[in-house]
């Protein structure tokens, strides 16, 4: 298309009015007792307000549920450290949302499971924790066993459905045929293998994260036959890591399109790694209704349509395939958010990616002046340096 | 989220039996949304939005209504005759997709 040939009053952006939000992420704290390396959580979270009250989160239920919200999902941080979950999840089946807990099973007694489920609690996404810590015992089935085994048992035992997640990365996804197993032994009916993004924590320790392509390739292999012999019994989802792309992802479906996250301190967000974006100002569900939020607020528009776009995304053929990708990423690689994101081979910065997964085909021992791993937490998160 | 497929139907999986009384799978959680204007299926994380037939359809079943019945009563709500293969058609994809028990 030749922009200079068109009329003005065309070249104005055009933005189609979005959907509702339809998906709402209450992220109802950081606090997690875990500290997993590939984390998507903010590097500086210590660094957050005061948490949002009960009341608070009632009323952004409401509120989102009024604006055409149907999938709740309660996440953190771990949510089960929050004691009036029981609260916000009974309300949130009241307003008919489909609720579902995402969660690493820390802190699921029988009695808050048994509190849930007559909430109303629809479903839980059961997390493996930070296997580069546990990857010993986890694979000699002791003590992460032990605790996977009694959250699927109370899991079943209220008649959830079981998703079980599993984040897949450099340090375990040569294990990946036992994980498979285990899911099938927990008795989920999906299995996510997710590979990490390279967000927040996981951006850190990016060079420890970040497989070869042999162990992909014989991963993907592994997980085809595992499909083969299990058939119907469990659906595994295979989530490959975007650096080994060349087109980038159609990040969260499109800016302000579908997702909403809230943020333990009330920030409004429309994808959970947003924050990292400083040139824009987040609404909070503290001063501002969900429905202005989402189709009145300069943040939730400022990526929507195309007008945004720079070269090369501007005047590509795929620019509504992808929306040129994520924001994030384009910040994090290139320096501007606006840029096409670098998974894409059409973007001048897109060495930013095949260098890293060049590093990521030399073996561990051949690495040289290897930087620890980050651990998230609190004393890390503290580090001016992050 | 996706809206209801178009699929070429194979005869093997075909549902048949107008006395078999089909309901929505226990996975599933259905329920009118007003801001959509559609009935929707919801699941762990997703969300299927029927389209306006396909509401009709999904909001009858309760595992005791036969097909049969289901049939005749479309077809007299909706003053028309000869929605039965329409109704199997669905039926047959909704089976597939694991929405729906018989």
């Given at each position: 298309?030749?922009?200079?040939?068109?009329?003005?009053?065309?070249?104005?952006?055009?933005?189609?009015p979005?959907?509702?939000?339809l998906w709402?992420?209450?992220?109802?704290?950081?606090?997690?007792?875990?500290?997993?390396?590939?984390?998507?959580?903010?590097v500086?979270?210590?660094q957050?307000?005061?948490?949002?009250?009960?009341?608070?989160?009632?009323?952004?239920?409401?509120?989102?549920?009024?604006?055409?919200?149907v999938?709740?999902?309660?996440?953190g941080?771990?949510?089960?450290?929050?004691?009036d979950?029981?609260?916000?999840?009974a309300?949130?089946?009241?307003?008919?949302?489909?609720?579902?807990l995402?969660?690493?099973?820390?802190?699921?007694?029988?009695?808050?499971?048994?509190?849930?489920?007559?909430?109303?609690?629809d479903?839980?996404?059961?997390?493996?924790?930070?296997?580069?810590?546990?990857?010993n015992?986890?694979?000699?089935?002791?003590?992460?066993?032990?605790?996977?085994?009694?959250?699927?048992?109370?899991?079943?035992?209220?008649?959830?459905?079981?998703?079980l997640?599993?984040?897949?990365?450099?340090?375990?996804?040569?294990?990946?045929?036992?994980?498979?197993?285990l899911?099938?032994?927990?008795?989920?009916?999906?299995?996510?293998?997710?590979?990490?993004?390279?967000?927040?924590?996981?951006?850190?320790?990016?060079d420890?994260?970040?497989?070869?392509?042999?162990?992909?390739?014989?991963?993907?292999?592994?997980?085809?036959?595992?499909?083969?012999?299990?058939?119907?019994?469990?659906?595994?989802?295979?989530?490959?890591?975007?650096?080994?792309?060349?087109?980038?992802?159609?990040?969260?479906?499109?800016?302000?399109?579908?997702?909403?996250?809230?943020?333990?301190?009330?920030?409004?967000?429309?994808c959970?790694?947003?924050?990292?974006?400083?040139?824009?100002?987040?609404?909070?569900?503290?001063?501002?209704?969900?429905?202005?939020?989402?189709?009145q607020?300069?943040?939730?528009?400022?990526?929507?349509?195309?007008?945004?776009?720079k070269?090369?995304?501007?005047?590509?053929?795929?620019k509504?395939?992808?929306?040129?990708?994520?924001?994030?990423?384009?910040?994090?690689?290139?320096?501007?958010?606006?840029?096409?994101?670098?998974?894409?081979?059409?973007?001048?910065?897109?060495?930013?990616?095949t260098?890293?997964?060049?590093?990521?085909?030399?073996?561990?021992?051949?690495?040289?002046?290897?930087?620890?791993?980050?651990?998230?937490?609190?004393?890390?998160?503290?580090?001016?340096?992050? | 989220?996706?809206?209801?497929?178009?699929?070429?139907?194979?005869?093997?999986?075909?549902?048949?039996?107008?006395?078999?009384?089909?309901?929505?799978?226990?996975?599933?959680?259905?329920?009118?949304?007003?801001?959509?204007?559609?009935?929707?299926?919801?699941?762990?994380?997703?969300?299927?939005?029927?389209?306006?037939?396909?509401?009709?359809?999904?909001?009858?079943?309760?595992?005791?209504?036969?097909?049969?019945?289901?049939?005749?009563?479309?077809?007299?709500?909706f003053?028309?005759?000869?929605?039965?293969?329409?109704v199997?058609?669905?039926?047959?994809?909704?089976?597939?997709?694991?929405?729906?028990?018989l």
């Amino acid at each position: 298309m030749n922009a200079n040939a068109t009329p003005i009053t065309n070249v104005a952006n055009t933005v189609t009015p979005p959907g509702p939000p339809l998906w709402l992420l209450a992220e109802v704290t950081y606090k997690c007792p875990l500290h997993c390396v590939f984390c998507y959580n903010p590097v500086d979270y210590a660094q957050t307000g005061p948490e949002l009250s009960t009341e608070d989160w009632l009323r952004v239920l409401r509120e989102a549920r009024a604006a055409g919200s149907v999938q709740c999902g309660f996440s953190g941080g771990e949510p089960l450290v929050r004691d009036d979950l029981e609260i916000l999840v009974a309300e949130a089946h009241r307003l008919g949302f489909y609720t579902n807990l995402l969660t690493s099973g820390v802190g699921l007694t029988e009695a808050r499971a048994a509190a849930l489920k007559q909430a109303g609690l629809d479903h839980v996404q059961l997390s493996f924790q930070d296997s580069t810590k546990e990857l010993n015992d986890f694979l000699s089935h002791t003590k992460t066993f032990d605790l996977k085994r009694r959250t699927a048992d109370l899991i079943k035992s209220h008649d959830w459905p079981m998703v079980l997640n599993c984040v897949i990365h450099r340090l375990n996804i040569d294990y990946i045929e036992q994980i498979i197993d285990l899911a099938v032994e927990l008795g989920a009916e999906y299995l996510e293998l997710a590979n990490s993004q390279y967000y927040s924590w996981a951006e850190l320790n990016r060079d420890h994260l970040l497989p070869s392509r042999e162990q992909l390739e014989r991963a993907e292999r592994v997980t085809n036959a595992c499909r083969e012999k299990y058939g119907d019994k469990i659906r595994i989802i295979f989530v490959v890591p975007d650096y080994y792309e060349k087109r980038p992802k159609k990040c969260m479906n499109g800016w302000g399109n579908v997702f909403l996250t809230v943020t333990p301190d009330g920030t409004a967000l429309p994808c959970h790694t947003a924050k990292m974006l400083k040139g824009i100002t987040f609404p909070s569900v503290r001063n501002m209704g969900v429905s202005d939020i989402w189709y009145q607020s300069k943040a939730f528009n400022f990526y929507r349509g195309d007008s945004w776009m720079k070269d090369p995304c501007r005047t590509c053929h795929d620019k509504e395939k992808d929306l040129g990708g994520c924001r994030c990423q384009a910040l994090m690689l290139t320096g501007d958010a606006a840029n096409a994101d670098p998974v894409c081979d059409k973007s001048p910065m897109h060495h930013r990616v095949t260098e890293a997964v060049a590093y990521a085909q030399i073996p561990d021992g051949q690495r040289e002046n290897v930087k620890p791993l980050v651990f998230r937490d609190l004393k890390n998160s503290r580090l001016p340096m992050l | 989220m996706s809206t209801v497929p178009v699929a070429q139907l194979s005869d093997e999986q075909a549902v048949q039996d107008l006395q078999a009384c089909p309901r929505v799978a226990k996975m599933f959680k259905l329920q009118w949304e007003e801001v959509q204007q559609s009935w929707v299926l919801l699941y762990p994380e997703g969300m299927v939005k029927l389209n306006g037939s396909a509401g009709e359809i999904m909001s009858r079943l309760d595992g005791n209504t036969s097909i049969q019945t289901l049939i005749s009563t479309l077809e007299q709500q909706f003053e028309t005759t000869g929605l039965q293969a329409d109704v199997l058609d669905f039926l047959t994809i909704a089976k597939r997709q694991g929405w729906v028990k018989l």
